[in-house]
């Protein structure tokens, strides 16, 4: 009995890690990459999930792709226009505009941080 109550609550405290653990990988340039990203919210809407997208930057383009039929409003192309000023703890965040707007987060410790600095500096 103590035993099935210690695995269930094994199982348990696994599973909240997982959920808790940010998707992310980035290649060894920094132009590809696995991230989160949400449309811009519109007012009086709910706010949109954060979804997992494939990123690759090509010259001043950023292409967004998702998997299967997950969050197809975020495919496209996009530049970066800006960074938020008070992102989350550890992380970025970056408007990306296209045909929609888009913010995408990004781990500040990954190697795609320095490629998007040099895409929002490239705009001045």
Known sequence: ?????????????????????????????????????????????????????RVFVDETTVILRTRALRATELRGEYRVVSKSPAPPKKQEIYVLRGDNEVFIRIPRNSRAIKTFEELLTGLD
Request: aromatic residues 10%; glycine residues 6%.
């Open 1 to 53: 009995m103590l035993l099935g109550v210690i695995v269930v609550a094994f199982c348990g405290l696994l599973a909240w890690a997982a959920f808790r653990i940010e998707p992310h990988w980035c290649s060894k340039d920094g132009r590809r990459m696995i991230a989160r990203a949400q449309r811009l919210p519109q007012p009086h809407q709910p706010v949109p999930r954060w979804n997992e997208v």
